[in-house]
């Protein structure tokens, strides 16, 4: 809320911290916090083989960086509960800006969800791109349709390591505040699970076009690109 503060303010006018602690005390506003969940798991056993994990170092290192668009790729999937049902996303994350590429909602974590995901995500391509595309094992980045979408793109696959949710921690992290922001600490009673989707993939699209980052120096995944004329105006 701070950064964001600053961002709108006019003539470059600052506002404290602590001017906005003391706002949000008088308005009853409470900042959010993570909540430790279960982790959903899509391991499904070894159905096919595995790539190598592409983004370890010889000292064990992984690096989520990227120097460009299209140049490193991360994807997951994530599971929200609520009493209507259950919904789970698998977003296509660029590690270039952390702008979502791609994603579809569904009910079930099935392959034509992630298929479609790496499809939406595949709009984004130029000529030349050849992005690795890095998961955890689960089954969805294992069946052949997937393999062939990224074969038919171009896409180099990497994967972490068994039971290792550390080595895709970007994508953790991405998850971990997407539920800070949109979940938790809201009352899902009546909601349908039609409903919830729907406002997901508002969500979604309003982290990649508005919702502002301090690494980028507060500006959006989108307006970033712009910026550096990666995008039209």
Known sequence: ??????????????????????????????ARAAKKKR???????????????LLRDDR????????????????????FRIPAGKA??????????GMPLGWSISTSPDAEMANSSLLGACVWLNEGD??????????????????????????????S???CSPDNAR????????KIEFFHGCDWAGVTIGEFMGMLDAYLRWYRDVRIKGDLDYRSPM???????????
Not at 39 to 53: K, L, V
Not at 60 to 78: Q, Y
Not at 131 to 155: A, F, M, Q, T, V
Request: net charge negative; with cysteine.
């Open 1 to 30: 809320m701070h950064a964001q503060a600053n961002a709108d303010a006019e003539d470059g006018a600052a506002i404290g911290e602590w001017t906005v602690r003391s706002i949000m005390e008088e308005e009853n506003l409470v």
């Open 39 to 53: 982790r959903y798991s899509s391991y499904g056993g070894e159905i096919s083989e595995a790539p190598p994990n």
């Open 60 to 79: 064990g290192k992984h690096h989520f960086r990227a120097n460009k668009p299209n140049e490193l790729w991360i994807t997951d999937v994530t599971e």
């Open 88 to 97: 789970c996303p698998p977003p296509i994350v660029d590690c270039f800006d």
């Open 130 to 159: 050849h992005p690795k595309i890095h998961s955890d094992r689960g089954c969805h980045y294992r069946w052949p349709g997937w393999i062939k979408i990224c074969r038919e793109n171009g896409l180099v696959r990497s994967m």
């Open 161 to 163: 390591r068994k039971g």
């Open 171 to 178: 994508c953790e992290g991405f998850f971990g505040r997407l």
């Open 223 to 233: 307006q970033y690109r712009r910026d550096l004329g990666l995008l039209a105006a």
